[in-house]
């Protein structure tokens, strides 16, 4: 889907805004069970489009002498990333040189820019707003409040129509897309070197900028398989890759293209916060996921290494944790068709549909075992199980009194269904419904 940014200096309502942009969303779609909410990354749906938010302001220093050092990596980031981008000023500061200098790079850039100026809560205020057409960023501003919404609409309704028509490449249907991702270090290249054969930094050179992600088709080992590619204009980046926190963000692209993840972590080093962020972001997304703990020549392995390692891994990822893990190397290519197999096993069991009969006879059964606890005096009764006829595996349990059934067995339920189907590496949904 297509990427919209919001960009600005600090306090001038950006999270308030980016969190009216999702929260609308949020009703609509059920979060995945266990995921909790990035305060940086949503969906938001507009006019039947739907697209991802990123506040980029969440990912640098917040504070007020935030420097023009990192405002700048902030907005170059987001004119990487995105295909849009919202610059935010606040009505109330007037224009400021954080201001002034955000707007000196926009004014180049050739995605479409929308000037958005927050705490525009009254009439007085439409007229301060159009103060900051001297920014010189076209001719519309957008004056919105944040606090309210008022002139959220018409700024919406111009932004999706400012999407670029995405050019799709001729992408197969039924043949999986694989994505690598992973803080950078962790030896994703290595890996897709290793697994293809291909030193994909000579293979990447591409003119012009629509093309984000790159599907590349290849057919080895047995497996036909496109690998989602967005490392292409990393290499002209102006941001550097060693600033982790942006590793995250550059995730999001490839990560939305894919069916599976297969995200990387350097084994040296351990699971750390923002390997758990890409995971999460992987899950949020909906996407199978395969976990790579690379770099296993490096570790000095005893009997428990594997096991020890698998716990901490748990332990962080929780409580998804029905995640296949590989312990490999791209170096001595240790297990990396088995990385590869494990892949389009995940992506098969994200295919799958379970027989209604089948899965009503095991649900049922375990619904009887262990029947959701009455509430307020009321039984509640589970009558019939189907898999919905989603993209991604969702099931919908028909009961008598469905809003009566809490988390902990939505959850039951959820682990049920693990344990008698393979699920391995994918987000499922559980809802209950009215009968
Ligand atoms: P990327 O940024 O994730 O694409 O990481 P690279 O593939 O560029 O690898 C980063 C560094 O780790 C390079 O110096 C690689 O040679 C090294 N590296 C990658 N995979 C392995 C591995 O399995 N074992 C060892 N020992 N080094 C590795």
């Keep these: 889907s297509n990427i919209v940014a919001i960009v600005g200096r600090p306090n001038v309502g950006k999270s308030t805004f980016f969190n009216r942009l999702v929260e609308s969303r949020q009703a609509i779609v059920n979060e995945t069970a266990g995921v909790t909410r990035d305060r940086n990354y949503g969906k938001s749906l507009w006019n039947g489009k739907e697209f991802s938010v990123i506040d980029t302001g969440g990912y640098v220093v ?71 057409y001297a920014l010189g960023l076209g001719d519309k501003l957008y004056p919105i409040s944040g606090m309210n919404g008022s002139g959220t609409g018409d700024l919406l309704d111009d932004v999706v129509a400012a999407f670029p028509k995405i050019e799709r490449e001729e992408v197969e249907e039924g043949i999986p897309r694989f994505a690598v991702v992973g803080r950078p270090n962790v030896g994703k290249s290595s890996f ?67 069916d599976v993840c297969l995200v990387m972590i350097d084994a040296t080093r351990g699971v750390e916060a923002q390997d758990v962020n890409i995971f999460n972001l992987a899950l949020r997304n909906k996407k199978g996921v395969v976990l790579l703990v690379n770099k296993w020549d490096l570790m000095e392995k005893d009997n428990y290494s594997v096991k020890q390692f698998t716990e901490t891994i748990h332990e962080r990822i929780a409580p998804f944790t029905d ?30 549909r379970v027989k209604t009969s089948t899965l009503n006879e095991v649900l049922l059964a375990a619904v009887e075992k262990y029947p959701p606890p009455a509430l307020k005096g009321k039984f509640i009764k589970i009558k019939y199980v189907t898999q919905l006829p989603s993209p991604t595996p969702s099931f919908a349990l028909f009961a008598n009194l469905p809003q009566y059934i809490k988390d902990p067995y939505k959850r039951y339920i959820e682990n049920q269904i693990r344990e008698n189907f393979n699920f391995s590496g994918v987000p499922i949904q559980v809802f209950f419904r009215k009968k």
């Design 62 to 132: 917040n504070s007020d002498d935030v420097f023009e050092g990192e405002i700048r990596k902030q907005v170059a980031l987001a004119i990487e990333e995105a295909d849009v981008i919202m610059f935010v000023v606040d009505v109330e500061g007037g224009i400021t040189d954080l201001d002034q200098a955000v707007s000196n790079i926009l004014r180049r850039v050739e995605k479409p820019v929308f000037l958005v100026v927050n705490k525009v809560d009254n009439n007085q205020r439409v007229m301060e707003a159009n103060e900051f």
């Design 192 to 258: 897709i070197n290793a697994l293809t054969g291909v030193d994909r930094n000579i293979v990447t050179d591409i003119a012009g900028t629509t093309r984000d992600a790159i599907n590349t088709r290849y057919n080895k080992y047995g497996h036909d398989f496109y690998l989602v590619d967005t490392a292409g204009l990393r290499k002209k980046a102006k941001v550097r890759e060693d600033v982790e926190f942006y590793s995250v963000l550059r995730s999001v692209r490839a990560i939305e293209e894919a």
């Design 323 to 352: 995640v296949p893990i590989i312990f490999m190397s791209a170096m001595t290519k240790q297990r990396i068709f088995k990385a590869l197999e494990v892949a389009v096993e995940v992506y098969q069991n994200k295919s799958q």
